[in-house]
DNA sequence: CGGTATGTTGACAGTGATCAAGAAAGGTGG
DNA sequence: CCACCTTTCTTGATCACTGTCAACATACCG
C-alpha cells in the first residue's frame, strides 16, 4: 500500500447494502467510540492530529494485502473491516471483525500478516505507524491509549479463539451475542456481513452457519425478520448455551 | 491470588518431568530472552526492579484462577505456563502456552479472564500491574517495552486462531515446529507439555493428538525417540502441510 | 514389584463438510 | 413498475474427519 490519495473503488459492487444501518448506527457512536474516558481525550486529540482519510472503501474491497508493508494503522468511521487470511486451497480464515472506534492492523513486524478487507462499505482513517510511535515517545497518553487499543483485541481474540473449538451451535450464539454488544443495537441485529464471512470468521461452512440459524430459530431463541435481520428473542438462553 | 509469600505446592506430582530438559535449556535462555534488544535495556532493567519472587510452582498447580484479581502480571524465568479456561462439561481450552521469558498476564480488565497454571515446575517472576503502569508512565521505555510485549502476544494467538480450523494434521505439524522455534532446540524437541495439554491447545482429543503423530511418523516427517521427545527430520515437508 | 498416570491403538458414532438443487432478495434495464 | 439476472441464502443427501468408548501398553514412582 503506497500514499494515500484516491479512493479505491470495488470492481462490481451492486448490491444490497446492509451496511447502511450500521452507518447510521455508527455515525452517532464513533465520536464516543474514542473518547472512553476522559482521561484518554488528549491522547486521542494527539492520535487524531496524524490521522488521514477518511478514506471511502466500497464493500469487499482490499484494503491491505497480505505482506504489504505495515506502515499504516486503521480506525473505521463507519462500516465493518475484517482481517483475514487467504489459504493455498481456496478457502479464507477470518480472524477479526472490527466496529467503527476499533483501532486495528497494529503489529510489530514491518509487513502486514493478515489482509484487511471492507466486510461492508466503509470509511477508514489511517494512521502512519511511525508517527504515532513518536507521538507516543512523547505523549505517555498516547503510549496507554496504543497499549489499551492492543490489549482489548488480545482480549477479543482470546474469546475468539476460546469459541472456535466448540460446537457449531455455540459459535453462532456467541458470535450473535458478541456482535449484539459491539454494534449495540438492543435486541434486533442487522448482519453487516455475509454469511459467508460469518462462516469464514467461525471455521464453519456457509451451510452449517444457515442450518445453525434456522435451527436457533426453531428452538425460538432468536427471529428472523429477513435473512439478515435476527433477533435475539431468548438472550438468557442463548447464553446458557455458551456454559 | 494474595501476596506472594510461599512456595505453593501441587497436590500430588509423582510423575515424570520432562520439565527438566527444557529447564537447562532456559537457565541459559532467561538473561537473552529479556535482553532482545540492546534499545531495551533500560527498560528491562526497570521492569525487573519491581519484580517480586521467582517462586517455584510445581506441575499442574495453578497460579491464578479464573475471576482472580488481576493485579499482577508473570513472566516465566524457568519452565512451561498455560493458560486455559475450564468448561462446565469438564472440557478444558489451553489458549496459550508461554516459555521463559514472555510476560503474559496483561489485561485491562479488573480479573483474570483464563486460568494461569504451571505446564511443567516452573519458576515465576511476579510483576505488580499497577507498579508496571506507574513506571510506564515515567519511563517511556518501559510502555514501549509493554506495548511490544502485548503486540507479541497478539501475533501469536493471531498465528494460532488460523491454525485451529484446520486439519488435525496440519495443527500438530504447526505446534511441532511453533514449539521448536520457541524453545529453540535444534531439530530434537523433547515436549516440554503432555498430549494432553496439547490436545486441549490444539481444540482435539488426546486420542487424535496420538494418531497424527504416529501418522507424521510413518510419513517419515518426524521421528520418535519416546513419547515426549521428536525429532523434526523433515522440517521442509513439515512446512508444506501448513500452505 | 505393583500401582498410577500417560500414551497408543482399534471400533464405532456423530458433527459438520461437501455436493447439489432450489428459493429468496436485490439490482438492472426495459 | 415489472421481468430478468445475479448473488446470497436455505435445505436435503451423503461422506469424512474427528470424538468417544474401550482395551491395552508403557513409563514413572514409591
Not at 470495488?10 to 455515525?27: D, I
Not at 490521522?51 to 472503501?57: D, E, L, M
Not at 508493508?69 to 477479526?96: E, L, S
Not at 486495528?104 to 462499505?121: C, P, Q, R, V, Y
Amino acid at each position: 500500500m503506497g500514499e494515500i490519495e484516491v479512493v479505491k473503488a470495488s470492481k462490481s459492487v451492486k448490491r444490497r447494502q446492509p451496511s447502511y444501518s450500521v452507518a447510521s448506527n455508527a455515525k452517532s457512536s464513533f465520536p464516543n467510540a474514542l473518547i472512553l474516558e476522559d482521561s484518554h481525550k488528549l491522547a486521542q486529540r494527539a492520535v487524531l492530529a496524524v490521522r488521514r482519510g477518511p478514506i471511502r472503501y466500497r464493500r469487499n474491497s482490499t484494503i491491505v494485502c497480505e505482506g504489504d508493508p505495515a506502515d499504516y494503522v486503521f480506525m473505521a468511521v463507519d462500516g465493518i473491516v475484517r482481517r483475514c487470511k487467504a489459504f493455498q486451497n481456496g478457502t479464507r480464515a477470518i480472524v477479526a471483525f472490527h466496529t467503527p472506534g476499533e483501532f486495528f492492523g497494529w503489529t510489530d513486524e514491518a509487513k502486514h500478516a493478515l489482509s484487511i478487507e471492507a466486510a461492508t462499505d466503509a470509511m477508514i482513517l489511517f494512521f502512519k505507524r511511525s508517527a504515532l510511535l513518536a507521538i507516543a515517545a512523547r505523549e505517555q497518553k498516547v503510549a496507554s491509549f496504543l497499549l489499551t487499543a492492543s490489549t482489548g483485541e488480545l482480549r477479543r481474540i482470546q474469546e475468539h479463539s476460546l469459541r472456535i473449538n466448540r460446537s457449531a451451535k455455540c459459535r453462532v450464539a456467541s458470535f450473535l451475542l458478541d456482535l449484539s454488544t459491539r454494534i449495540h443495537e438492543t435486541a434486533e441485529i442487522d448482519l453487516p456481513m455475509s454469511h459467508q464471512d460469518i462462516a469464514d470468521h467461525l471455521g464453519l461452512s456457509i451451510e452449517t452457519v444457515s442450518r445453525t440459524i434456522t435451527e436457533l430459530e426453531r428452538a425460538c431463541l432468536i427471529e428472523r425478520a429477513s435473512a439478515r435481520t435476527i433477533v435475539l428473542t431468548n438472550r438468557a438462553a442463548l447464553l446458557r448455551l455458551l456454559n
